[in-house]
Nanobody, 124 residues
Framework: QVQLVESGGGLVQAGGSLRLSCAAS????????MGWFRQAPGKERELVARINWSGGIIYYSNAVKGRFTISRDNAKNTVYLQMNSLKPEDTAIYYCAVSRTVNFATETAAYDYWGQGTQVTVSS
């Protein structure tokens, strides 16, 4: 049974940092791209960062570029999201997901395994 388990969320003041982790079990995803999405109340789920299988191709949304860093450790079957200079508008549930395809995609339908999400709340 495939599982993705996110951790590292919490409550932080604006300007602070958090590091999210997503550990996969049940199969290896070392050949698949992975992404971090977030969903704020009343908003659609959006892709904030994506990393290809080797870590050599990385995407960030404009909203987080320069503040967030995605990385992965294929030996541990884990992907990370380092979030610095957090803003109240970063408040959301953050999900990791595994891409179905090697081609770049932002839509949720392009990702076939999902974690349960971890809450990130940034206070002003």
């Amino acid at each position: 049974q495939v599982q993705l388990v996110e951790s590292g969320g919490g409550l932080v003041q604006a300007g602070g940092s958090l590091r999210l982790s997503c550990a996969a079990s049940g199969r290896t995803f070392s050949t698949r791209a992975m992404g971090w999405f977030r969903q704020a109340p009343g908003k659609e789920r959006e892709l904030v960062a994506r990393i290809n299988w080797s870590g050599g191709i990385i995407y960030y949304s404009n909203a987080v570029k320069g503040r967030f860093t995605i990385s992965r450790d294929n030996a541990k079957n884990t992907v990370y999201l380092q979030m610095n200079s957090l803003k109240p508008e970063d408040t959301a549930i953050y999900y990791c997901a595994v891409s179905r395809t090697v081609n770049f995609a932002t839509e949720t339908a392009a990702y076939d395994y999902w974690g349960q999400g971890t809450q990130v709340t940034v206070s002003s």
